[in-house]
C-alpha cells in the first residue's frame, strides 16, 4: 500500500536532509532566547540540572515516538493519530491529541514571530552602528525603544509572518535545504566566536557557576519548586519542538530505511549543545556588567525577562572587533533559525487542513499566518499598551504575568507536556509491543528496544504526571489563599 510508504506532501530526499530539517525546528530562539532568560528568571543552576533531566528522561523517548507516528501515519499529525488509532482498533478520540498540538503550535507561533521581528529589528540596528562601545544603559534604552512602538513591532511581525507563510505554501520538504545545510551550521561557528568573547570577560566562572551549581536560597524566591520544574520540562519540550506534532509532522516525510533512534540522538545533542552554549555565553556577560541584580530578580522585577539576550549580546559585540558586523550577522542568523522552527509550528496545521478540506496549500497556508498573525497583537501590546495588564492578577503565581506570559505559560508548561503525557499513553499503552518494535526497527542498535519501551511506558508518563499533579495542587493552593 503507497499510503504507508509516501505522504502527499512530499518526502526527505535522505536521512540526513530529516536531521537537518528536524534541527532546523528544534533550533531556534527557544535555545538563544527563551533558555537564557528562563534560567535566569528561574535561578540557574537547578533549572538547567532538572531540564538536562528532562531532556534525556522524557525528551529522547517522546521525540522517538513522534518522530515514529509520523512515519507510521505519513500524514498530518491529526490525521496520523486518527489512522493508526483506526488501524490498531483504537478509538478516533485519540486524534484529539493531534487537535491540541495544533492549537498548542499556533499560539506558540503568535508570539514566536513578535521575538524573530526583534531579531530582525536588531539586524538594522547593528548594521547602523548603535552598539559601538554601547553601555549597559544604552542598550537598554534601545530594547525599550523598540518594544514600545506597537505600530514598528507589528510591523516586523507581519515580515515574519509573511515568510513563514512563503515557505510553508510552497511545501516544507523544498523549502528548507539550504537554510539548515549552510546557515545553521555558520550561526554555530558564531556561536562560538561568542563563546570566545565570553570566556576573556574575566566572568566565565561566575556563569559557569551560576548555570550549573543549584543555590537552593534562590528557590524559595521563585514562587517554590514545583514552578521551577514546570519551567524546565515546558522549556525542555520547546526547545525539542516536542508535543505540538512539529516533528511528528517531519516524521511522516522519513524514509522507511532511517534508524529512528539515531536521527533522534543527533537532533537532541545539537540542539542542547545550542542552548548550553547560548548560556554561557549569556551570563558571564551578565556577571562582566553587573547586570546581576536587574537580571535576577527573583523574577518578581525581572525587567529582562524576555529582553536578557537582547540586552547582553549587544554589549558584547560593542565591545569586539568588527562588532557591528557579527553583531548584523548573528541576528541575520537567528532570524533564520527562527524562520525553519516557525516553519514545523504552521506545517501541522496547515498539512491537516490540505487533507482534510482539500485546501490548495497555499490558501490553507494564508488562512492559519492570518489566524497567527492576529493572535500575535496580544503579544505586541503586552510590551507596551498592555504592559499593566494582568488578566490573572487575583491568582498570587499569575500576578505579574501580561498576556504574553500566559499565552506562553499556557502553550509552553501545559500544552506541550500535556500533548507528551497522552503521546506516551497512546504509544506506551494503547499500541502494541509488536507494532512499535516493527517501526523502530531497534533489533541492531546499542540502545536496546526494551530501554526505550519502559522509558515511554513508566518513565515519561509517570515523570510527567507527577509533575503536573504537584503543581496543578500549588495552583489549586494558591487560588483558594486568593482574595
Ligand atoms: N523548538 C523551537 C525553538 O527552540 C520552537 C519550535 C518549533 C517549537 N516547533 C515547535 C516549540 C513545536 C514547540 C513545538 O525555537
Sequence with gaps: MSASNQSIHGMWSSQMVFVLAATGSAVGLGNIWRF????????????????????????????????????????????????????NGLSRHWHLLGWMGVVAGLLILSF????????????FRSGAGVFDGITAEGVSAIFSDLVSEPEKLLAWHTLFMIMTYVV?????????????KILMPMLFILLLVLLAYSMNTGYFNDGI???FFPETSRIADIKGLSFVILAALGQAFFTLSLGAGAIMAYGAYLPRSTSIFRVTMMVVIMDTLVAIVAGMIIFPIVFANNLDTVVFANGLDARYGPGLVFQTLPLAFGHMPWGDFFAAL?????????????ISLLEPAVAYLVERWSLARDRA???????VWILGLGTIFSFNIWSDVRP????????????????????????????????????????????TEDELAMGKEYCSYA??????RYIAPVLLIIVFIYSLLKVIGQLSSAP
Design 36 to 87: 537564557p532568560y528562563m534560567v535566569g528568571e528561574y535561578g540557574g543552576g537547578l533549572f538547567v540540572l532538572i531540564y538536562l533531566g528532562c531532556i534525556a528522561l522524557i525528551g529522547v523517548p517522546v521525540m522517538m515516538a513522534e518522530v515514529m507516528l509520523g512515519r507510521m501515519g505519513r500524514h498530518s499529525p491529526i490525521t496520523s493519530i486518527r489512522i493508526i488509532a483506526e488501524r
Design 112 to 123: 514566536y514571530s513578535v521575538i524573530a521581528g526583534w531579531s530582525m529589528a536588531y539586524i
Design 168 to 180: 510553508v505554501s510552497k511545501g516544507v520538504v523544498r523549502g528548507l535545504e539550504v537554510a539548515v
Design 209 to 211: 557557576q551560576f548555570m
Design 330 to 342: 548573528f541576528f541575520l542568523l537567528l532570524v533564520i533559525a527562527a524562520w525553519t522552527s516557525s
Design 365 to 371: 497556508a494564508m488562512l492559519m499566518s492570518v489566524i
Design 392 to 435: 490573572l492578577e487575583s491568582f498570587e503565581i499569575f500576578a505579574d504575568k501580561t498576556v504574553y506570559h500566559l499565552l506562553d505559560f499556557l502553550a509552553s508548561n501545559i500544552l506541550l507536556p500535556l500533548g507528551g503525557v497522552l503521546i506516551a499513553v497512546f504509544v506506551g499503552w494503547r499500541l502494541n509491543w509488536k507494532t
Design 451 to 456: 530501554v526505550w519501551r519502559i522509558s515511554i
